[in-house]
């Protein structure tokens, strides 16, 4: 392992507040009876990775593993999470914080790893019979998050009097206050699912453009395009909420489609400016 990777893989396990472990190939340290994967630092995490872990967690009888990661591939979650319980295996993805670079946060242990969130949505078509134009349009029917930082018993525990504190606790955010006589108030800031989402975006032909890099053939030292096996995703239709206007639709424009199979990606980015991406296939 060189000496950067290594420094790198220190300091996240410092963040996350792991202990370094030995004896494994996929897995980097421990924590809380779960072992901890950590993912590259400039590529997402793969289905590929995600599959490298199953595998040495079957050969060793691991059951709970924690992946860290700056970035997730398009469309891993949840079918990687489904198929790994399928094989007894809790993963839970989390976030790599751009605090991890702050060291006084991670001295502080104010470093906060984020859960992965996922999302539903429902296909509707419309013009399937007669001669109107084929259509089809997005619902969002649902959006879960599993964040969590700090909790309400510790920080009514430690508030002094008129005094307030925002709180994220299993997908809540919370604000506890507690008054001049030391009475605790606890107010619920998200009362919907949709409280969380602060943009959503469609791409209603996820696969028509191919995503295209540039490697070089180090025979002839040339340059050549190269396809990743991805796509790119293209915003064709978006709501977002904005100071003035704090509502969100949760159903696109029907958009024209020629007949046939195809797959629509959409796009949720939450209040924390995380992103979440569910791919679906629909028959026009």
């Given at each position: 392992?060189?000496?950067k990777?290594?420094?790198f893989l220190?300091?996240?396990?410092k963040?996350?507040?792991?202990?370094?472990t030995?004896?494994?190939?996929?897995?980097?340290?421990?924590?809380?009876?779960?072992l901890?994967?950590?993912?590259?630092?400039?590529?997402?995490?793969t289905?590929?990775?995600?599959?490298?872990?199953i595998?040495?967690?079957?050969?060793?009888?691991?059951?709970?593993?924690d992946?860290?990661?700056f970035e997730?591939?398009?469309?891993?979650?949840?079918?990687?999470?489904?198929?790994?319980?399928?094989?007894?295996?809790?993963?839970?993805?989390?976030y790599?914080?751009?605090?991890?670079?702050?060291?006084?946060?991670?001295?502080?242990?104010?470093?906060?790893?984020?859960?992965?969130a996922f999302?539903?949505v429902?296909?509707?078509?419309?013009?399937?019979?007669g001669?109107?134009?084929h259509?089809?349009?997005?619902?969002?029917?649902?959006f879960?998050v599993?964040?969590?930082?700090?909790?309400v018993a510790?920080?009514?525990?430690?508030?002094?009097?008129?005094?307030?504190?925002?709180?994220?606790?299993?997908g809540?955010?919370?604000?506890v206050?507690?008054?001049?006589?030391?009475?605790?108030?606890r107010?619920v800031?998200t009362?919907h699912?949709?409280?969380w989402?602060?943009?959503w975006?469609?791409?209603?032909?996820?696969e028509?453009?191919r995503?295209?890099i540039?490697?070089?053939?180090?025979?002839?030292?040339?340059w050549?395009?190269?396809?990743?096996?991805?796509?790119?995703?293209e915003?064709?239709?978006?709501s977002?909420?904005?100071?003035?206007?704090?509502?969100l639709?949760?159903?696109?424009?029907?958009?024209e489609?020629?007949?046939g199979r195809?797959k629509?990606?959409?796009?949720?980015?939450?209040?924390f400016g995380?992103?979440?991406?569910?791919?679906v296939?629909?028959r026009?």
């Open positions: 392992m060189e000496a990777e290594k420094d220190d300091l996240i396990l963040a996350y507040r792991a202990e370094k030995e004896g494994f190939h996929a897995f980097h340290g421990k924590k809380a009876g779960r901890v994967a950590v993912g590259p630092v400039n590529l997402p995490v289905r590929l990775f995600v599959e490298e872990i595998l040495e967690c079957r050969k060793k009888h691991v059951t709970k593993v992946i860290l990661a997730f591939e398009m469309g891993l979650f949840p079918n990687a999470l489904d198929e790994a319980r399928a094989k007894g295996i809790d993963i839970a993805p989390k790599i914080p751009a605090d991890v670079f702050d060291k006084r946060a991670v001295e502080k242990n104010q470093v906060v790893f984020h859960d992965v999302l539903e429902k296909p509707h078509v419309a013009g399937a019979h001669h109107a134009p259509k089809v349009a997005v619902e969002l029917t649902d879960s599993f964040y969590s930082q700090d909790s510790k920080a009514e525990a430690a508030l002094k009097d008129k005094a307030s504190k925002i709180v994220v606790e299993k809540r955010i919370v604000k206050s507690k008054d001049k006589d030391g009475i605790v108030t107010e800031l009362r699912w949709t409280d989402v602060d943009y975006a469609v791409d209603f032909d996820f028509s453009k995503e295209i540039r490697v070089r053939n180090a025979e002839s030292e040339g050549g395009e190269v396809w990743t096996g991805d796509y790119v995703f915003n064709e239709w978006q977002f909420r904005t100071k003035k206007d704090r509502s639709e949760l159903k696109s424009v029907f958009q489609c020629k007949p195809r629509i990606a959409v796009k949720v980015v939450d209040i995380n992103d979440t991406m569910k791919i296939e629909v026009i």
